[in-house]
């Protein structure tokens, strides 16, 4: 599919993008009615195999999942086939490199409570906002979990599982992600 027609659903299903916007290769992006995705100027967006030789598995979701969701992403943002999925609020600051197969969720998908996960009941369904700052950096095959807090210039290793508040210019890893260093200004 050509970036422009993919640009022409885009505008249908109201999501707004700023000037500039780079689809390198088909991702599959969603607004739910009634939901707010906003898409800064001069962001790239990479869903085919080959625009990223990290492996992608995936070609690049963006999802709000409900009327009440809203997803910005700043301007000079990049990110290769990365999941970012809400049902409340998910913040990405600008000049945010996301890497190849990172996750970003506010929520849990299913109810934790065994009740209303056999029941499917959505409304049980835990949700708290996502903020990703400025200048960040997500590494590959990251997963960013509901309420989640990323001040400017976090850097997040490789394959980190991250929940939890981490200051401004913290290199964090592991899973459970912890902070590693500082990064010196």
């Excluded at 490199?97 to 996750?103: D, F, L, S």
């Excluded at 996960?117 to 095959?141: H, L, M």
């Amino acid at each position: 599919m050509n970036s422009n027609w993919f640009k022409l659903l885009m505008k249908a299903m109201k999501i707004d993008y700023g000037k500039n916007l780079l689809l390198k290769g088909v991702p599959v992006i969603f607004n739910k009615k009634g939901a707010t995705l906003k898409i800064g100027r001069n962001v790239v967006i990479k869903s085919s195999f080959l625009s990223n030789l990290v492996g992608l598995y995936q070609r690049t979701i963006i999802v709000t999942r409900t009327s009440e969701a809203e997803i910005h992403i700043g301007d000079n943002v990049g990110m290769s086939g990365a999941t970012i999925y809400a049902r409340k609020s998910v913040k990405i600051g600008k000049n945010t490199h996301i890497g190849g197969n990172a996750k970003i969720l506010d929520n849990d998908f299913h109810p934790l409570e065994i009740e209303a996960r056999n029941a499917d009941n959505k409304e049980k369904i835990g949700t708290r906002p996502v903020v990703i700052g400025e200048n960040c950096f997500i590494g590959c095959n990251s997963l960013i979990l509901k309420g989640t807090v990323l001040e400017d210039g976090c850097v997040v290793g490789a394959g980190a599982v991250v929940s939890g508040y981490f200051e401004k210019n913290s290199i964090i890893a592991g899973n459970p992600a912890r902070l590693i260093k500082k990064v010196q200004s």
